[in-house]
């Protein structure tokens, strides 16, 4: 698999690569997938393919990826990127 689309991703930790470009996915994008697709799915994308799969802006990912960290969702990170127990 080619890498190269890695280089266009400054993830910091990640714990996935996307299934559609190969590059590192941040915890926030896996629980973006889990929302948008299947909360069960092993397959995960990036923002910029969550658009092209989606047909919408990548501006309104990030949007929903701040909504559901506001609603408290499991699935992300808190601003300090603390996790969150149960
Ligand atoms: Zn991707």
Do not use: H, W
């Amino acid at each position: 698999m080619s890498r190269t689309a890695a280089a266009f991703c400054a993830a910091a930790s990640s714990v996935a690569d996307c299934a559609g470009c190969g590059c590192a996915l941040t915890a926030d994008e896996v629980g973006l997938t889990k929302k948008l697709i299947n909360r069960g799915t092993d397959t995960f994308y990036c923002v910029t393919c969550l658009s092209a799969m989606f047909k919408v802006g990548e501006p309104l990912l990030y949007e929903k990826i701040e909504q559901f960290r506001a609603q408290g969702c499991m699935l992300f990170a808190g601003p300090d990127d603390e996790v969150r127990a149960l």
